[in-house]
């Protein structure tokens, strides 16, 4: 494999299919399986989400600590992290697909199925995910080589990706929930084995007892902290702390405090905040937006299929430009294009359906395209501190687990705020089947002023934040790397 294909990118990549595989699948369908075929109710949907805010914020940092602190090796290393954690992750995305008794009659049941399929999901997420990022972190500190990464891990959410088309395709969605569950279950099955796959084949710097796992083909360059293998030393009389004699308070205070941390986890609500919002409701918008007599049965599932494989396509197209210009330039111009979209889009009016659906399908993939890149500047953010406070080893999930302290709260808010913004608009009375003409043209008007203002707004207030972050020539790395 190594002549035609980097091995160790190869493993990273497989646990990213898995992943991409069970989210997609989940962040398309659960909103709406719960509201239009569980019909929870909001009171319920809200209780929900609030109390999934709270334990979807808390128990980031809490793996975190757990993962970066831990005297057991199954926990505190990230390949038995991801292997250990497959099966479960598989499991609890299991849950939301399958009832758990008459919700006519016991309404409250659907709010309980929801409340713990959230919480049980987002745990399994939240500990895979965060080995899944400070791998992504530990692999290498190259800018070069965290690219490849970003490729190569595109490259397997493309086929991760695709499950919400062939779910569309072979399912029709929802529509035939048998065939849906027997999909879901077969998913669930092939993340797990992709994900073990990268269990027992990743490799990181820190590993002891492989020649160089960052690169086999091409070493890394030594430079200061590194063995003459160039490897990171993992013992050594310099080393000013060890990340396990810190207090969790004391980590979070040094690692908080930082300039570009705050605005990287301020831009990051707002695409997370965005981002959920297309993937909850773009099913439920499109259907009401763009007219049967309009959209075919056929271009309508390739369109919802599309959104979550295109951003894969883009980050390969988007990747060249990266490594010349910088993560910050790609990230801040995108931030104008969907203030530009939004503008356009409105004032051509929602019934220029053709226009509508290129700019749903923008909206729902430039967000997830962009966010691919998150893991450079984190990844910088992780290197800085590590340099800054002399530790021996990098704090890798625990500053991701801050950066989703912060950030988490927005997939909840998401489905909250839009949910609310539906209900006053009777969309309740559309699920019911009760919807007059009049309240038709209201439902529809209200979702094509939230489908603008979401990106013009959200994109304005990323422009203002994001110009003054400071780390920006990370993609230069000819003087970076001068071996001393």
Not at 106 to 111: M, R, S, T
Not at 343 to 364: D, K, N, P, T
Not at 399 to 425: D, G
Request: aromatic share 16%.
């Amino acid at each position: 494999m190594g002549r035609y294909f980097h091995s160790n990118s190869v493993a990273y990549a497989s646990l990213a299919c898995g992943f991409t595989m069970m989210n997609s699948i989940f962040s398309f369908y659960y909103v709406k399986i719960f509201l239009d075929h569980y019909h929870v109710s909001q009171a319920w949907f809200d209780v929900a989400q609030v109390i999934y805010l709270f334990w979807n914020a808390i128990n980031d940092p809490l793996f975190a600590y757990w993962q970066d602190n831990s005297k057991l090796e199954i926990f505190r290393s990230r390949r038995l992290n991801v292997l250990y954690g497959a099966p479960l992750f598989a499991l609890s995305f299991l849950l939301a697909w399958f009832p758990w008794g008459d919700y006519a009659s016991h309404p409250w049941l659907a709010g309980v199925h929801l409340l713990v399929a959230l919480s049980c999901y987002d745990a399994m997420f939240t500990f895979i995910g965060l080995a899944s990022c400070a791998l992504f972190a530990e692999i290498s500190d190259k800018h070069e080589d965290r690219l490849r990464l970003t490729r190569y891990t595109q490259v397997a959410s493309i086929f991760g990706s695709s499950s919400v088309f062939f779910s569309q395709v072979l399912c029709d969605g929802l529509n035939d929930m048998a065939s849906f569950q027997m999909f879901v279950v077969v998913i669930a099955l092939i993340s797990c084995w992709a994900m073990y796959y990268t269990g027992t084949h990743v490799r990181t710097m820190y590993d002891n007892d492989v020649p160089d796992p960052v690169d086999i083909e091409s070493p890394s360059i030594p430079f200061k902290g590194n063995d003459s293998s160039g490897k990171k030393k993992l013992d050594s009389s310099e080393d000013k702390e060890d990340s396990s004699a810190l207090s969790s308070f004391t980590q979070f205070k040094q690692i908080a405090q930082q300039k570009n941390f705050i605005i990287f986890v301020t831009i990051n609500f707002m695409q997370i905040f965005q981002s959920i919002y297309m993937s909850n409701f773009l099913s439920i918008f499109g259907d009401e937006l763009l007219p049967q007599h309009v959209m075919s049965p056929f271009y309508r599932k390739f369109l919802y299929g599309s959104a979550f494989i295109i951003p894969q396509i883009l980050v390969l197209c988007l990747s060249p430009v990266v490594g010349r210009k910088g993560y910050y330039c790609v990230i801040l111009w995108s931030f104008y294009f969907k203030v530009f979209c939004a503008v356009v889009v409105f004032m051509a009016g929602r019934h220029q359906y053709m226009l509508l659906s290129l700019f749903m399908l923008i909206e729902a993939s430039l967000p997830n395209t962009i966010f691919a890149f998150f893991n450079l500047p984190v990844s910088d953010i992780i290197d800085a501190d590590q340099e800054r406070h002399k530790r021996r080893l990098p704090l890798s999930s625990s500053v991701f687990a801050y950066n989703a302290l912060f950030t988490k709260p927005a997939q909840s808010l998401a489905p909250m705020m839009i949910v609310a913004i539906l209900n006053r608009n009777n969309y309740q009375e559309k699920v019911s089947g009760d919807m007059t003409a009049i309240q038709h043209q209201e439902l529809s008007s209200a979702m094509f002023t939230v489908a603008c203002a979401i990106p013009f707004v959200i994109g304005l207030l990323q422009i203002l934040v994001w110009r003054p972050y400071s780390i920006r020539d990370s993609h230069i790395t000819i003087a970076k790397h001068v071996e001393s």
